[in-house]
């Protein structure tokens, strides 16, 4: 097989807790290492972060040591902000023919890249693909983490099946891959300029320039995070980028969310009527799950599917009232 020589682009904030993971499983990727560059970029981390990434490097083996480059970036270009800014100036570095985006706090799985770059290879299209994204799996320790891993995981099922019809949804920044070509076809982020989701704004730009998309479903695509420490700030970044960028997949966030108070009202005078959404909604959940798991080898959440539906009503109505509040959009320490 003609494997494509690769580039990583990883952004790293104030990721000591997080680093090192991400790094020995990066050591333990099954791609040829002469054909794997991995570039971190150290966006002004105020901890450890550039320290341990250091050295870790010196103490891998001599051969492995050239796929390593870090960088401190400390200037913005382009008006670009936050990871966008970062990106940006890696992928001048990148020698790859694929650029792959993943973030400092997951876990990769040991044949991702061949799995990844073999997405942009799959046929019958009548266009060149120019994006491809994977899975990715919430660490969870407990019921609440547990029901953000299926929230993902169900997300992305929906993202597979649009993908199926060929409807495009988002892109995924911890687990992407972008052929150079495509990258360079749309100017980078210099010319893609800032947005709060800089992977959703890549991967709209690419489909724009007429490059197919493709998304894989299966366990060897599969990255491993940790759940946010402040999850309300994710997901008001989420709930931003979302309006802002108009994807399609604000609509059943929005949907979701608006529906918890609506079902309270209407069971002030037909308490049945909730009753019947919610049972309906946990027999889809759970024929969903099923299928999901299974195929995903993560039998063990679909004990968590009832707490699950009603996770969703609620927080995610907590989601948008925590939008509207008057705050700013905060991310890594960063307001936007």
Request: proline share 4%.
């Amino acid at each position: 097989m003609n494997l494509p020589m690769v580039s990583i682009l990883i952004a790293a904030r104030n990721e000591e807790n997080n680093i090192l993971d991400l790094l020995h499983s990066l050591t333990c990727l099954s791609y040829p290492k002469e054909k794997t560059q991995i570039l971190i970029g150290n966006d002004g981390s105020t901890d450890k972060t550039a320290e341990l990434i250091e050295g870790f490097i010196a103490q891998v083996p001599e051969h492995e040591k050239s796929m390593f480059e870090i960088f401190t970036i400390e200037k913005s270009i382009a008006g670009l902000r936050g990871k966008a800014n970062v990106l940006a100036q890696l992928a001048h570095h990148a020698v790859g023919e694929c650029f792959v985006f993943t973030d400092a706090d997951v876990e990769v799985p040991t044949h991702w890249l061949e799995q990844m770059t073999g997405l942009l290879q799959e046929k019958p299209s009548d266009k060149k693909a120019g994006v491809a994204t994977g899975l990715t799996l919430v660490k969870h320790d407990n019921w609440f983490e547990a029901c953000q891993a299926i929230e993902w995981l169900f997300a992305l099922k929906l993202m597979k099946t649009m993908t199926d019809y060929h409807l495009p949804s988002t892109g995924m920044g911890n687990n992407m891959v972008v052929t150079k070509e495509a990258y360079e076809a749309v100017g980078g982020y210099e010319n893609i300029g800032f947005s709060i989701v800089e992977d959703y704004a890549l991967y709209k730009a690419v489909i724009d320039k007429g490059y197919d998309f493709k998304q894989g479903f299966d366990a060897s695509v599969m990255t491993v995070t940790k759940p946010p420490p402040n999850y309300f700030e994710q997901r008001k970044r989420w709930v931003a980028g979302g309006l802002s960028t108009r994807s399609v997949l604000i609509i059943p966030a929005l949907v979701q969310g608006f529906a918890f108070p609506v079902l309270l009202v209407i069971g002030f005078f037909f308490w049945q009527i909730p009753l019947i959404v919610l049972s309906l909604n946990l027999l889809i959940n759970a024929i969903l799950g099923y299928q999901i798991f299974a195929r995903l080898g993560q039998l063990h959440l679909f004990v968590y599917i009832p707490v699950y539906t009603l996770y969703m009503y609620v927080f995610w109505f907590l989601q948008l009232i925590s939008y509207f509040l008057p705050t700013r959009v905060v991310w890594k320490g960063r307001n936007y």
